[in-house]
Structures are given as structure tokens and as C-alpha cells.
């Protein structure tokens, strides 16, 4: 059976000498693994631009009553970037967050205010010319919401993750971290409710709120391990 459905690209991983299995989260179906046939192939080249993260696809897809991972019939881009592909401070946050979002949405059914939350954020990142500064952080936030955590203030946050202690096999040095929980909170509570005034003073703060939010995510997804893209971003948060 064949469905036609919008889909966001989380990853890939190669699959055999010219495919890849894409994993691949569908308005219709939820979350979905899926074989992309030739797309590593030389000619026609580009194909595999259309599954880097986050990428928005339509889809004609196999459907199996058994689920696992079923084949592509039809894929095209639905709506092309402007600029995240080619700004590294946008396509690093895209990295991480769809790094986060396949590491904690895992359900295979519709979940239709889920799959327009992320759809639109989004687009909306990669048109906002600038103040997107916070965006990774309003993102967790909310979709902490739709994942069935959301805090309404970010002393929530910082007394969950303050009790908890530092994750398990992590190097991060949490100690001034935690010693400014206070200040914190306040940041968290501007970011939840007032995001477009919210006053992160530089990089290192942004970073710094980003390691507690990952934790706070730590202690609500079981197995979520450490998200490596993480290091990535930082290099590039001092903007």
C-alpha cells in the first residue's frame, strides 16, 4: 500500500554501495525508516542533499501492516531552504536539534500539533534573518511541551537538574554551572515567557543554559545518552 504523506528528515545512515536508510518523521505515520534507493549514486547528483537534517519532503512511501522499514516510491523537496544549508551557525543548531528530536520522538502513529510545531519552527528558523540567536533554547523548551515535560518556570529546571547531579559519563565540568542556577532560572523564565525579549548576554551563557536543558531532557528520556552534536554547536554559539 502507498501513502502520501509531508515528511522531516532527522538522519541517515549508508546503506549498501548507493543507498541509505532514512529516518524520517511523517505527518501521517509519525516516525518511519525508510530505504532510499540510488540516491549516493554520481548521476543524477544532488539527491542526497534532499535528506540532511531537517530537510522538508513530500513523500509517496510503502506502507506494511508488520512496520519496520519500508521503500520510497516518490520524494521530493517540499519547501527549499533559503539559508540554513548555507550558514554554519544555522546548520550547526539544525544539526543538534535534529540530533535531539530523533533521540526523544520516537512514536510511529500521527501526531498532527507535534509535526506542525516542528515544521513550522523550522521554517520559521531559516527565514528569521536575524535574532535567532535563542532559538535552540526556545525550541527545547517547547518541544519539551509536546514530549510531555514542559516546565511553566525555570526554577522547575534548575531544582531538577541541581537534585540530580551531573550525567553519568560526561566530561562537562558542571560545577560553575551549577553555581549559578539563580541566575539561570531567570534566564529560563524570560526564554518560556517572553522569548523574543529575552537577554542571553553572550555565547557562554547560551551554552551554558543549553548543557542544563540537555541534562533536564536526561532526566525525562530514558537512554538519551549524551548528544554529541552538542560540541559541535558550541564552537559556534558565540554569535
Known amino acids: 500500500m502507498l501513502i502520501k504523506t509531508r515528511g522531516i528528515v532527522l538522519n541517515y545512515i549508508r546503506y549498501r554501495e548507493t543507498s541509505i536508510i ?13 530505504v532510499v534507493n540510488g540516491v ?12 540532511q537534517p ?18 520510497l516510491s516518490e520524494f521530493r523537496c ?25 533521540r526523544t520522538v520516537q512514536e510511529e502513529e500521527q501526531n498532527e500539533p507535534l509535526f506542525r510545531f516542528l515544521h513550522d519552527s523550522i521554517l520559521r528558523f531559516d527565514r528569521q534573518a536575524e535574532g535567532f540567536e535563542n532559538f535552540a533554547l526556545e525550541f527545547l523548551l517547547q518541544l519539551a511541551n509536546y514530549l510531555g515535560f514542559g516546565a511553566e518556570s525555570g526554577q522547575e529546571i534548575t531544582s531538577q537538574v541541581a537534585f540530580a547531579g551531573a550525567a553519568p559519563n560526561t566530561a562537562a565540568d558542571t560545577g560553575p554551572v551549577a553555581l549559578r542556577f539563580q541566575e539561570f532560572d531567570q534566564y529560563f523564565d524570560e526564554l518560556l515567557r517572553t522569548p523574543a525579549q529575552a537577554a542571553i548576554p553572550n555565547g557562554r551563557v547560551r551554552r551554558e543554559l543549553l548543557q542544563v536543558l540537555i541534562r533536564y531532557y536526561q532526566l525525562h528520556v ?3 545518552g549524551e548528544i ?11 554569535f
Open 40 to 51: 549516493r549514486k554520481a548521476k543524477p547528483p544532488g539527491r542526497i542533499a534532499l535528506f
Open 228 to 238: 554529541r552534536s552538542l560540541a559541535v554547536l558550541s564552537e559556534v554559539l558565540a
Open 54 to 71: 531537517f530537510t522538508l519532503l513530500e513523500l509517496v512511501a510503502y506502507t506494511s501492516r508488520q512496520g519496520g522499514i519500508t521503500r
Open 78 to 102: 517540499a519547501e527549499p531552504f533559503a539559508a540554513i544549508p548555507y550558514d554554519v551557525r544555522k546548520s550547526s543548531v539544525v544539526l543538534f536539534l535534529s540530533e535531539v528530536v530523533g
Open 222 to 224: 530514558e537512554k538519551l
Open 22 to 34: 532514512a529516518r524520517v518523521y511523517t505527518e501521517q505515520l509519525g516516525l518511519q525508516s525508510y
